[in-house]
């Protein structure tokens, strides 16, 4: 038998115990899955201090809580973020607390100075932005010899890292602190300029740092324009006492030790041979351009400056050794100087002034057309400020005198430049040198020059520093200055040009007005320093005379409806009223019309007392000087006195009513006490009766003139006028003798004292007055004293005439009295022999006093 197989199992599926992964070779196995975690993850935790600890209530905080201690502490942490932040909160702090800035700037610039040499380029930026904005501007006020002793250091440290860009920064602080503080150049002068030297020798930059060189160049610029010279002498003049003393801080230190002058003078002829070089190797750049750059301008215009700040600092100096060498005995100058200056005319001469004028090769815009003229006109000022040192060649000469000409002249064009040029603007720093020139070219080029100038003069406008500066000049060529004749008056055509410009000095002053009064005081300052000088030029005084005319529009003019137009003259300021006032005493004669405008604008309301007392105070000069008719200044007074309104409330006008009466009055008496004919001394007095008022204004001085000269006065009348028979010969005496003793009767009426004074002059025995010059009388009474009683008869009986002085003899009691006793004791004399008719007069003279009294 067979025997059965078993039946199979099917294989029950499992899941897998080990999988079998296969890894390739050079791979980093997994960590095991049961393998343990041993990583520590930690968070911070922030804890509240302690009250006691880090209260900070009332104190001075940053924005993050930290006092300006913590700021600079952490301003020299070793992370630039850090300090960088340090920095910012630094400024917020002082933002906000201005007065921890002024309680510890010298502190917080004593620990922040070591940042000027930081590693980091924003650290460097943000120290500088906070000393440019909070520190150097607060310490402006203070004692800045402890600023400057702290940081200097440091500056001249950072100057000789190895760090191009630190080297650079340092010059940019450098900069910031001397404008700033001045004396930091002043007293640091050869060490700066040997590291300005060093700067730019031992680093040469290359065309495309043009940047970097710029830096430099404009913190170079900047020191040297603190030198002194001979322009900023000029400015000077009209600045206060302290900007002088800042200005010229360095100068003192010239005459007294010219070594170191002169060992400045040698680092700045070095870094000029520098520049030099450096423009010449920038000229073939900028032609081979389309453009020119505005880098690559400001580049060669800081290096032209420096060079003219160079030359005009060595004029000033050579002129200062010149001067000291006249009164003492300077150190011996040196072979090395020597040297330098043999080899400082041939560098200016073959590389500089050999490349004027720049002309571009291509057609420029009108901007770098400008940028290209201003060049030029830089070495110009260069040439005309060296000029003054050396002989320049002919040749030489005559292109930048051709050059000044045709720029004065507007003809400054070209065929390779696009649109017109605004020379105006250009002028500025060339005119001052015209003056010089004209008085040393030759004759042809004198008047090229001059005609020039008068051409640039006109054209300019009104309000434009050309037209200021323009006047300045023409000061200089119209008035000799140190006894420097700069045109010579005698020559036809410069005489005409010369009055051409004098002329247009009251157009000018009339076009001004009063909007521009800063410019109109430089054309009255002019006005006044021709009026000066005309004195003494016969030339000028004509045409100086000639202005009164013209400036009638600049007082005031009449205009033909009867109203009056007042000119710039009452709206502009006291110093340039004052100006105009001083103007008027140096006209030789002065002209009705121009007394007429000068009278309406004294009763013009606008006008100040002050004012209006110094023209009365000029005027009155003038005329004593001779300056004026008698007639014209009576008649001005008279129409000040008659047009005057007093204004309710107004006190002033009753003061120049005053002020006018007294110069009146004064003018008057001091005329009649010359003793002029009868007639003239009648008109005086009535002129005098016509302004004085009820009660009277004479002083005590004229009242006391008066009475000695109305003594004679009277007299002359009773001789000139004696008692007639005939009928119509008696009427036309009596009316002849009224009208020259009218005010006389006036002036008794309204004082007393007067009336009192005569009275006591006409006691016989005290007559010893001298007599009119149109009469004999007193020759034939002197020594006859019939004829004394009968003079003193006919004056008592001529005053006691008129109702009203009879009223006054009232109380003159003393005074006829005493008249009555020397009457009757001369009478009783043997030597009096009298006629019946005379002692009648005499008798009747008696009678009339004693009914008055």
Sequence with gaps: MVRSKAPSRKQQSRGVDFKKIKRKIGRKLPPPKNATNTEIKSRAIILPEQTVASDKTGLAVSK??????????????????????????????????????????????????????????????????????????????????????????????????????????????????????????????????????????????????????????????????????????????????????????????????????????????????????????????????????????????????IVDLTVKYIVYGNEKYQLELQTSVPPPVTSDTSTQDQKFSPLLLKKLFIVFPLNPTHKLSEKDSDRYLILNIVISEIFFNFAQWICPPPVLMEKFLSFIEDLMSGQISSSIWSGTLNNEKHLLSLLPFVPKLVSTVECSWKARLVLAFTKAFKSCTILSAVKMACLSAMEEMLIPKQNLQYLDANDPEILGYQITWIRELPLLLILLGDGNPSCSQVVLHLLLRLGQFSLSNPHLAEEYDNLQGSLQEFYSIQLDDGSTRYGAFVRLPRDCQELSVCCLYYFSFLEPCLLTSLASCCICQKLEPFVLFRILDVLDSAYKAGHALIADYISFLITLLFQFEILPGKTCSVMEIEASFCMLEKVVVDMISLKPPLDNSCAMLRILTMVDSRRTQLSEQSIIKLSKILFGYLIEIAACFPEEDDQYTISNSILSRRYYLLPCLVLFDRSTKLLKLVLDMLQPLAINFDPMPTSHYYSQIANDLSRKIMAVASVILMISEDVKVQKVLSSCKAEINSILQSIHSLQSMDEVSMSIEERHKAQCAGNTFHVIR
């Design 64 to 305: 993050k809580g930290l006092t300006l201690k913590e700021l600079l502490q952490q301003s020299s942490h070793h992370n630039f973020k850090v300090r960088k932040d340090a920095l910012v909160g630094i400024r917020n702090l002082f933002v906000k607390y201005p007065e921890e800035l002024r309680l510890h700037k010298l502190a917080v610039v004593e620990k922040l100075r070591e940042r000027i040499s930081d590693d980091d380029k924003v650290v460097r930026e943000t120290l500088y932005q906070l000393f440019k904005s909070d520190i150097l501007p607060a310490c402006k006020e203070d004692n800045q010899g402890a600023l400057i002793s702290l940081i200097m250091g440091y500056i001249f440290s950072a100057m000789t890292h190895l760090s191009i860009d630190v080297r650079l920064m340092s010059f940019k602080f450098l900069d910031l602190l001397i404008q700033h503080c001045p004396p930091a150049f002043y007293l640091n002068a050869e060490k700066i300029l040997q590291n300005y030297g060093d700067m730019l020798c031992k680093n040469q930059f290359n065309l495309q740092d043009k940047g970097k060189l710029k830096i430099v160049l404009s913190g170079l610029v900047y020191c040297l324009s603190l030198l002194p010279s001979n322009d900023k002498e000029d400015d000077s003049c009209g600045m206060n006492i302290a900007e002088v003393q800042i200005l010229h801080a360095f100068e003192p230190d010239i005459p007294k030790d010219f070594a170191g002058y002169f060992r400045i003078i040698e680092k700045l002829k070095d870094l000029v041979a520098v520049l030099v070089n450096y423009f010449n190797e920038f000229i073939p750049s900028v032609h081979s351009q389309s453009i020119l750059d505005a880098q690559s301008f400001d580049c060669m215009l800081s290096m032209l400056q």
